[in-house]
């Protein structure tokens, strides 16, 4: 499934990742985020000083090598830098690139695959 690729590629900053990829992953871990942190809430392992719980927080901290990747691989889809991930950390430039994320890819080869 689309969903897990970046999972299964969780360490690969080469190559390119097609709009679907990683718009299926951010579902996906949007959703899980959600259900574990309800279960947390729910069996009283929230944290509100930190807004996580157990079980949502390991999940997180697994998914944060495999987003950043998948996160890279869908710049080189649109032929940037993998280096432009780290504008993500400046508050209002990374809408910029969120909104990188939904442009089409380049048809064919580009200087990343």
Same mark, same amino acid.
Request: no cysteine; aromatic share 20%.
């Given at each position: 499934m689309i969903i897990f690729e970046p999972y299964k590629k969780f360490a690969e900053f080469s190559g390119r990742a097609s709009r679907k990829e990683y718009w299926s992953f951010v579902g996906f871990f949007i959703f899980l985020s959600a259900i574990l942190g309800f279960i947390? &809430?729910?069996t009283g392992n929230f944290d509100e000083a930190s807004g996580f719980? !157990?079980?949502s927080g390991i999940f997180? !901290?697994?998914s944060l090598l495999p987003s950043?990747?998948?996160g890279v /691989? /869908? !710049?080189h889809d649109i032929n940037?830098? &993998?280096w432009w991930m780290l504008l993500s950390l400046i508050p209002f430039v990374n809408i910029w690139i969120l909104i990188l994320?939904?442009?089409k890819g380049d !048809?064919?080869?580009n200087r990343f695959g």
């Amino acid at each position: 499934m689309i969903i897990f690729e970046p999972y299964k590629k969780f360490a690969e900053f080469s190559g390119r990742a097609s709009r679907k990829e990683y718009w299926s992953f951010v579902g996906f871990f949007i959703f899980l985020s959600a259900i574990l942190g309800f279960i947390d &809430g729910f069996t009283g392992n929230f944290d509100e000083a930190s807004g996580f719980g !157990l079980m949502s927080g390991i999940f997180i !901290l697994g998914s944060l090598l495999p987003s950043i990747s998948v996160g890279v /691989r /869908r !710049l080189h889809d649109i032929n940037k830098s &993998g280096w432009w991930m780290l504008l993500s950390l400046i508050p209002f430039v990374n809408i910029w690139i969120l909104i990188l994320f939904f442009f089409k890819g380049d !048809l064919g080869n580009n200087r990343f695959g």
